[in-house]
């Protein structure tokens, strides 16, 4: 059995955006078996988190990858095209499973 990751999908309000960027990853981790679990909150989250993983929005993946709390970041330019978060889970985990 694989590691589970634990992701923490969060946008800066924590509000309409991130919740449906989750909506659609969880479809995504789902339809594809990734070993993704997560959870959703706002940039206020990241205190105390200490999962592999935080999933936001790539106007983000920046200034979150350049933050020491943050293990590592994968940005979603369009949070309906689930083709591009298979893509990025998918190279993400490819990645971190060793």
Not at 9 to 37: F, T, W, Y
Not at 62 to 69: V, W
């Amino acid at each position: 059995m694989s590691k589970m990751f634990h992701a923490l999908i969060c946008c800066r309000a924590g509000m309409g955006s991130s919740m449906m960027l989750k909506i659609k990853c969880d479809q995504v981790i789902k339809e594809n078996n990734l070993p993704i679990e997560t959870e959703h909150g706002n940039l206020d989250s990241l205190i105390g988190f200490n999962g592999d993983l935080v999933i936001t929005m790539s106007d983000l993946t920046d200034e979150l990858n350049a933050d020491p709390r943050v293990p590592s970041a994968v940005g979603i330019t369009n949070i309906v095209d689930k083709g591009e978060m298979k893509e990025k889970l998918e190279a993400w985990v490819a990645e971190h499973s060793e």
